[in-house]
């Protein structure tokens, strides 16, 4: 599809974890008109971050950048279809989506966030940031990963069998109009019998760019590659497509359960180090702590607490962690079973988590879960999350707010933590919105069809 839409690609599969972080750091961004991922999500973390590990950093962050929905979770696919106009879809069908707004170009702002982690490190998220229930199944399912989307199934049916509270402080600075939350539109237009979108925006004024005649060979890359490179046929300017499994939580996810009792405060779940993930995200560099290498991160210099990036947005919004929050922030302390911070409005590419986010509105989308709730009502609801109806169920112990920063600070010695679906240190942890710092390649925006 790409090849026939006339659009000149250059392939390049990854290798390792991390790969796509070093060779975007290589990258003369000035030659390229985007990057575009095939995977999870958690390849497109690597790519942002790459970007921030540049001296250029606030040039490059600007590239814009895709996303071809080959992983378990496909959260960020999940949201570009749905601004695309489409029904939801998985699988191949929402790959061919995808592939068709790509082809029909068209970008939007992305806001990103800065995220800065208890020992001073910092990374870019376009995702979420999680903790509890929601970061326990995403990182306890790694397992169960051949199962591909299935995985998160069945690690929500065993994470509710074994559910467990934290004990924390969430606090937030609220947005200065909070969004409402719309209804789910209908009768948008079924992937498998209707792959045809909205007529065509006027185009944008085209861009001239210089031929491009470049192979992986020529790629001022900082590792060579043993496998070449793979080129669109006949098409001299190449546009990097990089490869990698990777994967956003996308839970399984009414009303009821009137036999359930509520839950009480647990001890709080281990992270052991034995665990698949942190295999899966074993360091490059040997001695390396195990929760820093999962976090995707550079790894801190040897006898330091932790290696603190200079580079990245200025945070303005935000005190240094530790000390006091300015007047207005809101903060809130109690047992949650889980608490999410979201941007987009998908969580997988078939659970909507803030169906009123969108990929500019430059708010942090804050959802969290009491303690207290029962085992079935949870089931339920992410249930109605798969439809974005969970905040019209009227459950007394989810919470909502939209705001510009926010600073979370674990009161239980263990526990998960993750930013866009990566595993990072456990410990306090702060965040500030930054609106439109990256660019995303959409496509046009859909014109949803209402039923009659």
């Known amino acids: ?71 378990s979770g496909n959260a960020l696919a999940g949201a570009v279809n749905q601004h695309g106009g489409f029904e939801p879809a998985l699988g191949v069908d929402l790959l061919l989506n995808c592939s068709l707004l790509l082809c029909r170009g068209g970008s939007r702002p992305l806001d990103l966030m800065s995220v800065t982690l208890a020992s001073g490190s910092r990374c870019l998220s376009f995702l979420s940031v999680a903790w509890g229930f929601v970061s326990d199944v995403d990182i306890q399912s790694e397992r169960f990963r051949a199962l591909g989307s299935a995985r998160f199934t069945l690690g929500t049916v065993l994470g509710l069998a074994t559910l467990h509270t934290y004990r924390g402080r969430l606090s937030y600075l609220p947005a200065t109009v909070e969004p409402t939350s ?15 979108l909205a007529p065509a925006p006027a185009p944008a004024p085209p861009v001239a760019h210089s031929p491009l005649h470049r192979s992986v060979s020529d ?11 793979l080129t669109s046929p006949g098409s001299p300017e190449p546009l990097p497509i990089l490869s990698l499994n990777g994967g956003g939580p996308e839970l399984a996810g009414d009303w009821g359960g009137a036999g359930d009792a509520p839950l009480s405060p647990d001890p709080p779940l281990p992270s052991p180090p034995s665990s698949p993930k942190a295999a899966l995200l074993s360091p490059i ?42 007047p207005g922030w809101v903060t809130l302390e109690g047992d949650f079973v889980l608490m999410l911070a979201i941007s987009p409005s998908h ?3 078939d659970l909507v988590a803030a169906p009123h986010a969108r990929f500019d509105d430059g708010l942090v989308h804050l959802c969290w879960v009491r303690g207290g709730i029962s085992r079935a009502t949870l089931l339920r609801l992410f249930l109605a999350m798969e ?11 989810l919470g909502y707010a939209a705001a510009r920063a926010f600073r979370l600070e674990p009161l239980t010695p263990r526990g998960v933590l993750t930013v866009d679906g ?20 959409t496509g046009p925006p859909g014109c949803p069809r209402r039923e009659p």
């Open 1 to 71: 599809m790409i090849s026939e839409a006339g659009l000149s690609f250059n392939l390049i599969q990854t290798e390792r974890q991390n790969h796509a972080r070093e060779l975007v750091q290589g990258l003369r961004l000035s030659e390229w008109d985007g990057i575009v991922t095939v995977s999870g999500d958690g390849l497109l973390f690597e790519v942002l971050n790459g970007f921030l590990d540049r001296p250029d950093w606030e040039e490059a962050v600007k590239t814009p950048v895709g996303i071809l929905p080959c992983g």
């Open 182 to 196: 719309p209804t789910p539109a209908r009768g948008l237009p079924r992937a498998k019998s209707e792959l045809t």
């Open 219 to 229: 790629l001022p890359l900082p590792l060579p590659l043993p496998r070449p490179a």
């Open 285 to 326: 560099t040997e001695g390396v702590p195990e929760t820093l290498a999962s976090s995707g991160l550079p790894p801190p210099t040897p006898g330091s607490p932790g290696a603190v990036s200079t580079r990245g947005p200025h945070d303005h919004l935000l005190p240094p962690l530790g000390t006091p929050l300015p």
């Open 347 to 349: 969580l997988g590419a």
């Open 387 to 397: 439809r974005g109806s969970h905040f019209s169920l009227g459950c007394p112990q």
């Open 422 to 441: 990566e595993q990072v240190e456990y410990g306090p942890l702060q965040a500030q919105m930054h609106p439109g710092l990256g660019t995303l390649l």
